[in-house]
């Protein structure tokens, strides 16, 4: 033992005393309140020798006293020796205690039990050290994107949801971690100053806290460690209860579990990321051992090679693999083997007979510096094989195109070339080399258009397709023209990353293409322009005058009797009069003026900004005497007039093409008036020509829909017998009424639509005079007027066969009326035609005899029958001598030549009476009888047949007294 006091040591373990300073007298050395066992309280005091002189009797006495003290602490020292004993027996099995918690939680972690129950149970440990103090723990998981986990038994459930609590805490945790200190006590108070986590547990009660850090490697700590104590029973109580040994190790029990929770979860996630990338792998993955068999696969490689997993685990890998390609592959599985990757393309047929291209990856897999093994990757190569075929053949398509095409960046502002085919070089005469990162604007040139340039670079802009024919220049200056056009290449977020242009060189196109411009709007033998050219100026100039109230006039010219030209002289002939007659009316007209053939023989001739309407005259005025000189073609000398049409402009004109159908109109009528003369256009010819084109509509229509009908005439003879009728057609226009056959038959004989109704008319009358024959005489003959259309075809005597073989109707019933102009054409063969019509048994009748130009001559040997005195000449016969002359003349003419006659139109009796004097045969008029319709004319004809009997016995009676008459049948 030794003893100290506060000045030093009186007694050294060796039991000798030690130099001391001098005391005052009295001053004890030490003192020391021992409490036994029991209450009882000893007081102890220590004091310094006296130097005195030694005397046996103090010596006697110190040595009791001091024997009683040594006895006395003795049995202090023996009754604290027992208490110490007693406490050291405590803290052992408290220590033993927690020793078996510090195994318990080693083992736990050995066994990797959940790091959270791990760290729990430490928590547990540390508060049964200290009653007082509460432990948390703040782990922090940088694996799961800084997760903090708060793990406590006794904080607070208000203080565990806290978020500013919690977040204070790994604030100062992780100042701490960067400052290099691993821990600090706080007194908590509610100062506004201090941080929310002293603040928020200073007001759950606690006094004081003590963050330990759970330092790591990383920026950031693992986590922190707090103790919190409250005062209780009026004792304070610290962190400083815990066993100062037990602190630091649970200290590394938490770190080590931390550790060992983030390696194991760092394992599991390489793990899992390595099996990921082994079962999800799009491409087929396997393992093979060091002999070459399989040991795992992939679904991917099953499902490429259509097989099942049990079909190549343990099998060789030369059994998926065509023979031929074996000994290639060994060379690679061997190099493998030996730590060089390998890869390699062949083709295999799955287990469905597909073939596969493919790539293979021989990958060694090593462990601990050893090849235990190869990993293999099989890439399916067969469609990226077949786009990279399909490729080339772009590639070549593009090199062997005649057409021109490149390729520019679109993600770039001046949208450089990146590619240009070869068709693009001969094109252009520019290289690759020449015009990669240009912009296409190089090919530009002073002719090029301004707004095709703009259109171009909107397209661009606005990246969209372009198409249009352009003007661009070849490297050595020549201009040319292409046809181009853009397109944006687009990727899979519809946005253009390049630009294909595809050019044509179309110059040739394009000069054939004038020249047809040229041949499409000019006539090809005069070099004048054509419809379509003519047009286009009419509309421009019209709406040019309009603007500057002028005036314009269009001349429609057409040659006269042209046609006999071409048919005598022939075409060649023909053709060179017309150049000639449009070099007369070039050099006749004005630079302004416009001058078109409209095909044939017709010009047409526009002149515009006329100061008077009287300069249209005079221009064609002068244009009919130039046409009218003589023209020398080869040894020909031919003359020609013409008929010009004029038609004058005014601001009441909407349609420009109406100014030429009116020209067209006006020729027309000067044509009527005997040709070699001008007309201007007025609204009566207008109105006149719009009637009969709408009545020559109609009559279609009529024909089509039979609106017409038949009347019949009778016609009587001198006696009043009924000799036969005539038939007459009748229009009764819906809307218009009855028309005229003055007005409707000659258009139609003029449109051919005589044809038609002229074999209408024979087969009704046919008809209607079979159902009147049975109250007829036997000599009755029904009479159709025959047109000279019809009389000329070819076909006339075979359909007029038929028509009677049709309806039944007896040739010798049938009488035919021709007027005079049938002998005009082809004199011969008409007369050939009334030969075989008068051998079929048919009457025939010379119509309107008397105006028109028949020579006697051909009347003398013309098989016909009777002939018809125009009632031109039957009007004025009383008044007339004239008149009465030429009646009394063809009568005679005509008995002599054995014919009978006709007189048309009688209406008085005095008519009748001269005509009856004249030794008339047949009458035929208003006097007699009107045109009937079918119904009234049997209603006539049995009325006649009533009187007829008291006819006959008058006519007997007058017989007997010597006098004849006639009486009209008048209905």
Same mark, same amino acid.
């Given at each position: 033992?030794?003893?100290?006091?506060?000045?030093?040591?009186?007694?050294?373990?060796?039991?000798?005393?030690?130099?001391?300073?001098?005391?005052?007298?009295?001053?004890?050395?030490?003192?020391?309140?021992?409490?036994?066992?029991?209450?009882?309280?000893?007081?102890?005091?220590?004091?310094?020798?006296?130097?005195?002189?030694?005397?046996?009797?103090?010596?006697?006495?110190?040595?009791?006293?001091?024997?009683?003290?040594?006895?006395?602490?003795?049995?202090?020292?023996?009754?604290?020796?027992?208490?110490?004993?007693?406490?050291?027996?405590?803290?052992?099995?408290?220590?033993?205690?927690?020793?078996?918690?510090?195994?318990?939680?080693?083992?736990?972690?050995?066994?990797?039990?959940?790091?959270?129950?791990?760290?729990?149970?430490?928590?547990?440990?540390?508060?049964?050290?200290?009653?007082?103090?509460?432990? =948390?723990?703040?782990?922090?998981?940088?694996? /799961? %994107?800084?997760? &903090?986990?708060?793990? @406590?038994? $006794? +904080? #607070?459930?208000?203080?565990?949801?806290?978020?500013?609590?919690?977040?204070?805490?790994?604030?100062?945790?992780?100042?701490?971690?960067?400052?290099?200190?691993?821990?600090?006590?706080?007194?908590?108070?509610?100062?506004?100053?201090?941080?929310?986590?002293?603040?928020? =547990?200073?007001?759950?009660?606690?006094?004081? /806290? %003590?963050?330990? &850090?759970?330092?790591? @490697?990383? $920026? +950031? #700590?693992?986590?922190?460690?707090?103790?919190?104590?409250?005062?209780?029973?009026?004792?304070?109580?610290?962190?400083?209860?815990?066993?100062?040994?037990?602190?630091?190790?649970?200290?590394?029990?938490?770190?080590?579990?931390?550790?060992?929770?983030?390696?194991?979860?760092?394992?599991?996630?390489?793990?899992?990321?390595?099996?990921?990338?082994?079962?999800?792998?799009?491409?087929?993955?396997?393992?093979?051992?060091?002999?070459?068999?399989?040991?795992?696969?992939?679904?991917?490689?099953?499902?490429?090679?259509?097989?099942?997993?049990?079909?190549?685990?343990?099998?060789?890998?030369?059994?998926?693999?065509?023979?031929?390609?074996?000994?290639?592959?060994?060379?690679?599985?061997?190099?493998?083997?030996?730590?060089?990757?390998?890869?390699?393309?062949?083709?295999?047929?799955?287990?469905?007979?597909?073939?596969?291209?493919?790539?293979?990856?021989?990958?060694?897999?090593?462990?601990?510096?050893?090849?235990?093994?190869?990993?293999?990757?099989?890439?399916?190569?067969?469609?990226?094989?077949?786009?990279?075929?399909?490729?080339?053949?772009?590639?070549?398509?593009?090199?062997?195109?005649?057409?021109?095409?490149?390729?520019?960046?679109?993600?770039?502002?001046?949208?450089?070339?990146?590619?240009?085919?070869?068709?693009?070089?001969?094109?252009?005469?520019?290289?690759?080399?020449?015009?990669?990162?240009?912009?296409?604007?190089?090919?530009?040139?002073?002719?090029?258009?301004?707004?095709?340039?703009?259109?171009?670079?909107?397209?661009?802009?606005?990246?969209?397709?372009?198409?249009?024919?352009?003007?661009?220049?070849?490297?050595?200056?020549?201009?040319?023209?292409?046809?181009?056009?853009?397109?944006?290449?687009?990727?899979?977020?519809?946005?253009?990353?390049?630009?294909?242009?595809?050019?044509?060189?179309?110059?040739?196109?394009?000069?054939?293409?004038?020249?047809?411009?040229?041949?499409?709007?000019?006539?090809?033998?005069?070099?004048?322009?054509?419809?379509?050219?003519?047009?286009?100026?009419?509309?421009?100039?019209?709406?040019?005058?309009?603007?500057?109230?002028?005036?314009?006039?269009?001349?429609?010219?057409?040659?006269?009797?042209?046609?006999?030209?071409?048919?005598?002289?022939?075409?060649?002939?023909?053709?060179?009069?017309?150049?000639?007659?449009?070099?007369?009316?070039?050099?006749?007209?004005?630079?302004?003026?416009?001058?078109?053939?409209?095909?044939?023989?017709?010009?047409?001739?526009?002149?515009?900004?006329?100061?008077?309407?009287?300069?249209?005259?005079?221009?064609?005025?002068?244009?009919?005497?130039?046409?009218?000189?003589?023209?020398?073609?080869?040894?020909?000398?031919?003359?020609?007039?013409?008929?010009?049409?004029?038609?004058?402009?005014?601001?009441?004109?909407?349609?420009?093409?109406?100014?030429?159908?009116?020209?067209?109109?006006?020729?027309?009528?000067?044509?009527?008036?005997?040709?070699?003369?001008?007309?201007?256009?007025?609204?009566?010819?207008?109105?006149?020509?719009?009637?009969?084109?709408?009545?020559?509509?109609?009559?279609?229509?009529?024909?089509?829909?039979?609106?017409?009908?038949?009347?019949?005439?009778?016609?009587?003879?001198?006696?009043?017998?009924?000799?036969?009728?005539?038939?007459?057609?009748?229009?009764?226009?819906?809307?218009?009424?009855?028309?005229?056959?003055?007005?409707?038959?000659?258009?139609?004989?003029?449109?051919?639509?005589?044809?038609?109704?002229?074999?209408?008319?024979?087969?009704?009358?046919?008809?209607?005079?079979?159902?009147?024959?049975?109250?007829?005489?036997?000599?009755?003959?029904?009479?159709?007027?025959?047109?000279?259309?019809?009389?000329?075809?070819?076909?006339?005597?075979?359909?007029?066969?038929?028509?009677?073989?049709?309806?039944?109707?007896?040739?010798?019933?049938?009488?035919?009326?021709?007027?005079?102009?049938?002998?005009?054409?082809?004199?011969?063969?008409?007369?050939?035609?009334?030969?075989?019509?008068?051998?079929?048994?048919?009457?025939?009748?010379?119509?309107?005899?008397?105006?028109?130009?028949?020579?006697?001559?051909?009347?003398?040997?013309?098989?016909?029958?009777?002939?018809?005195?125009?009632?031109?000449?039957?009007?004025?016969?009383?008044?007339?001598?004239?008149?009465?002359?030429?009646?009394?003349?063809?009568?005679?003419?005509?008995?002599?030549?054995?014919?009978?006659?006709?007189?048309?139109?009688?209406?008085?009796?005095?008519?009748?009476?001269?005509?009856?004097?004249?030794?008339?045969?047949?009458?035929?008029?208003?006097?007699?009888?009107?045109?009937?319709?079918?119904?009234?004319?049997?209603?006539?004809?049995?009325?006649?047949?009533?009187?007829?009997?008291?006819?006959?016995?008058?006519?007997?009676?007058?017989?007997?007294?010597?006098?004849?008459?006639?009486?009209?049948?008048?209905?």
């Amino acid at each position: 033992m030794h003893i100290s006091h506060h000045g030093g040591h009186l007694v050294t373990e060796d039991g000798e005393l030690t130099p001391h300073s001098k005391l005052p007298e009295g001053t004890p050395l030490s003192e020391q309140h021992l409490v036994l066992p029991g209450g009882t309280t000893l007081h102890l005091s220590l004091m310094p020798r006296v130097d005195s002189t030694f005397d046996l009797a103090n010596f006697i006495a110190a040595g009791v006293g001091l024997s009683g003290l040594l006895l006395t602490y003795q049995l202090v020292l023996s009754l604290a020796l027992m208490a110490a004993r007693t406490q050291r027996s405590l803290e052992l099995a408290k220590a033993k205690e927690a020793l078996e918690d510090q195994h318990r939680i080693q083992a736990m972690i050995a066994r990797d039990e959940p790091c959270s129950a791990t760290l729990l149970q430490i928590c547990r440990l540390l508060e049964q050290q200290g009653k007082q103090v509460h432990v =948390a723990i703040w782990r922090l998981d940088h694996t /799961a %994107t800084y997760r &903090v986990e708060l793990l @406590s038994c $006794t +904080l #607070p459930f208000a203080l565990q949801e806290s978020m500013p609590f919690n977040e204070s805490a790994i604030s100062l945790a992780t100042e701490l971690h960067q400052q290099g200190l691993v821990e600090t006590t706080l007194s908590l108070t509610d100062s506004p100053a201090v941080t929310a986590f002293e603040k928020l =547990a200073y007001q759950h009660g606690y006094t004081q /806290a %003590t963050l330990h &850090v759970l330092n790591s @490697s990383e $920026t +950031l #700590p693992l986590g922190t460690v707090a103790l919190l104590t409250k005062e209780a029973s009026n004792q304070p109580h610290t962190a400083d209860d815990i066993e100062p040994t037990l602190l630091p190790s649970a200290l590394r029990l938490m770190r080590l579990a931390i550790e060992r929770h983030n390696h194991q979860q760092t394992l599991q996630d390489s793990e899992q990321r390595f099996r990921s990338l082994f079962t999800q792998n799009p491409d087929g993955v396997f393992s093979l051992d060091i002999d070459g068999y399989f040991q795992s696969v992939n679904q991917s490689l099953l499902t490429l090679l259509a097989i099942s997993e049990a079909d190549i685990i343990g099998s060789h890998l030369y059994t998926m693999v065509p023979t031929e390609q074996c000994e290639a592959i060994n060379d690679a599985f061997s190099h493998a083997l030996t730590g060089i990757a390998q890869r390699f393309e062949i083709e295999i047929a799955s287990r469905s007979g597909d073939l596969h291209y493919v790539d293979i990856s021989f990958l060694p897999t090593v462990v601990m510096d050893n090849v235990v093994g190869v990993y293999g990757v099989v890439k399916e190569m067969t469609a990226l094989r077949h786009n990279e075929a399909q490729l080339r053949i772009f590639q070549r398509s593009l090199e062997a195109s005649s057409n021109g095409v490149l390729i520019c960046e679109a993600r770039s502002d001046d949208f450089p070339i990146i590619y240009v085919n070869p068709a693009f070089v001969e094109i252009t005469g520019y290289e690759l080399e020449e015009v990669q990162n240009r912009n296409c604007r190089f090919l530009q040139g002073p002719d090029t258009d301004p707004a095709q340039i703009n259109d171009i670079r909107q397209a661009l802009v606005q990246q969209r397709d372009i198409s249009l024919t352009i003007r661009n220049y070849r490297k050595d200056g020549r201009a040319f023209w292409n046809n181009v056009f853009i397109s944006p290449v687009r990727a899979n977020d519809g946005h253009a990353t390049h630009f294909v242009g595809v050019i044509n060189d179309i110059s040739e196109y394009k000069d054939h293409e004038n020249e047809w411009a040229f041949h499409a709007t000019h006539d090809a033998l005069t070099g004048l322009g054509n419809r379509a050219l003519f047009e286009d100026r009419l509309q421009h100039d019209v709406d040019l005058a309009r603007r500057h109230h002028q005036q314009l006039a269009v001349l429609f010219i057409d040659l006269d009797e042209f046609k006999p030209i071409n048919d005598t002289l022939g075409h060649a002939v023909g053709d060179q009069v017309l150049i000639h007659v449009a070099r007369r009316l070039e050099e006749a007209i004005r630079p302004s003026d416009t001058l078109c053939r409209f095909g044939g023989d017709e010009f047409v001739l526009l002149l515009p900004d006329l100061d008077d309407p009287h300069h249209a005259q005079e221009v064609a005025e002068r244009l009919l005497l130039e046409l009218a000189q003589p023209y020398r073609i080869d040894r020909h000398e031919l003359y020609l007039s013409a008929s010009i049409g004029i038609a004058l402009s005014d601001e009441a004109l909407e349609n420009p093409a109406a100014l030429l159908q009116q020209a067209d109109m006006a020729m027309y009528k000067a044509k009527q008036q005997g040709r070699n003369t001008l007309q201007t256009f007025t609204y009566d010819i207008n109105q006149k020509l719009t009637q009969r084109v709408t009545l020559r509509n109609d009559l279609q229509e009529a024909i089509t829909q039979e609106q017409f009908e038949l009347h019949y005439q009778p016609l009587l003879t001198r006696d009043g017998d009924i000799h036969g009728f005539e038939a007459l057609v009748r229009w009764n226009h819906p809307v218009k009424g009855r028309i005229s056959p003055g007005l409707f038959i000659p258009i139609a004989e003029e449109t051919g639509q005589i044809i038609g109704l002229s074999q209408w008319v024979m087969e009704r009358a046919a008809k209607d005079f079979l159902k009147l024959q049975p109250l007829l005489p036997n000599h009755c003959r029904m009479a159709v007027n025959l047109s000279p259309m019809q009389f000329h075809r070819p076909s006339f005597l075979s359909s007029l066969r038929k028509t009677l073989e049709v309806t039944g109707l007896p040739p010798t019933a049938l009488e035919l009326e021709l007027t005079e102009g049938i002998l005009m054409n082809d004199t011969e063969a008409a007369i050939d035609t009334l030969h075989a019509l008068r051998g079929m048994g048919i009457s025939i009748a010379i119509d309107d005899f008397g105006t028109g130009f028949s020579s006697l001559s051909y009347l003398r040997h013309l098989p016909i029958d009777k002939i018809k005195i125009d009632r031109s000449f039957i009007l004025n016969i009383v008044e007339s001598s004239k008149d009465a002359a030429v009646v009394h003349g063809i009568i005679a003419l005509a008995h002599h030549l054995e014919l009978n006659v006709v007189a048309e139109g009688g209406e008085t009796s005095a008519q009748q009476q001269h005509l009856l004097a004249l030794n008339c045969d047949v009458l035929q008029g208003f006097l007699f009888a009107n045109p009937l319709p079918f119904e009234p004319l049997t209603h006539w004809l049995a009325v006649q047949q009533q009187n007829a009997l008291s006819h006959s016995h008058q006519y007997n009676h007058s017989q007997r007294q010597g006098a004849a008459f006639f009486t009209p049948f008048i209905l």
